[in-house]
């Protein structure tokens, strides 16, 4: 089966930010494996084919912190 592999530069303060993101994230369907990083200011998520790119940034988005920049497989994508 295929898989998507995402990432994204998140503006994160503290620890509360990375995990209010991993909350989501655990919940969301389809995702297979997931990295948030405070240090880096990153969030890499590895989904199911199914999952599209805008699934994941919404959810991201609904925690309420900031998206810089986003890339799907790769390629940059807009925010």
């Known amino acids: 089966m295929a898989e998507h592999n ?39 998520v590895k989904t199911e084919d199914s999952v599209d790119y805008a699934t994941v940034l919404e959810k991201i988005k609904k925690t309420g912190k900031t998206v810089n920049s986003g890339e799907a497989d790769g390629v940059p994508q807009s925010v």
């Open 6 to 44: 995402y990432k994204f530069n998140v503006t994160m303060t503290c620890g509360g930010c990375s995990g209010a993101i991993e909350r989501v994230l655990k919940k969301l369907e389809g995702v297979k494996d997931f990295d948030v990083s405070l240090n880096s200011q990153t969030a890499t």
